[in-house]
């Protein structure tokens, strides 16, 4: 959707060919994290079983889908994006099998909050890194920023709702799933239609 600054040697996503392999895990995620929010919105009472449940597979569908995105994303094994990347990703299942498996209301608030702050940590250093260097431009980095600074700011209310209980937890949550899926959905429409437009021409 706009535009950013990455090496010379890193092409993934300034092609024709990168942005139709990208559209469709920024597709993908887009979809989950909707779907996340929506659930959030119209569960009326949710206990901790729940919640914990709720955090739990999102948590292992975003990570899968990370994963993904950053294999479509071919950078090269060196570039320190792609293992900060990867380690979010990382600390996203291993949070999410943990919270399925705790079932607690606490462990959800802290582990879930710390998960997401990775997350949009890491999505902000990507977004930022090298971005003096003029060779090639992304797609990716407003939304990068946007989705980091969204998940950062979520990641870090959620241990302050502890106490308000599971519906809360997934208030806050689904709050800001719904505006990180809006912002991927666009994301992917724009990649995919900017994929048709260089192949056509």
């Not at 929506?38 to 919640?51: K, N, R, S």
């Not at 302050?160 to 800001?176: D, E, M, Q, R, Y």
């Not at 899926?181 to 992917?188: F, Q, V």
Request: a positive charge; glycine letters at 10%.
């Amino acid at each position: 959707m706009s535009e950013t600054v990455m090496p010379s040697n890193i092409n993934a996503a300034v092609n024709g060919t990168s942005s139709f392999r990208l559209w469709q895990p920024v597709l993908f995620r887009s979809m989950v994290t909707l779907l996340f929010g929506i659930v959030t919105v119209f569960w009326g009472a949710p206990d901790v079983l729940g919640l914990c449940l709720h955090f739990g597979w999102y948590f292992l569908v975003i990570a899968a889908g990370q994963y993904w995105f950053v294999r479509r994303l071919a950078l090269p094994q060196q570039d320190v994006r792609r293992l900060v990347l990867l380690a979010a990703a990382a600390l996203m299942a291993v949070s999410g099998v943990v919270i399925f498996v705790a079932i607690n209301t606490a462990l959800a608030a802290w582990l879930g909050g710390a998960a997401l702050v990775a997350l949009g940590a890491a999505e902000l250093f990507a977004a930022l890194h090298n971005r003096n260097v003029t060779a090639k431009k992304s797609a990716l980095r407003s939304d990068w920023l946007i989705s980091g600074i969204l998940g950062v700011g979520t990641g870090l209310l959620l241990p302050f709702f502890v106490n308000a209980g599971p519906h809360a937890l997934l208030g806050v949550s689904g709050g800001g799933a719904l505006m990180v899926g809006a912002l991927w959905l666009l994301s992917s429409l724009t990649l995919r239609h900017d994929a048709r437009t260089r192949k056509d021409t």
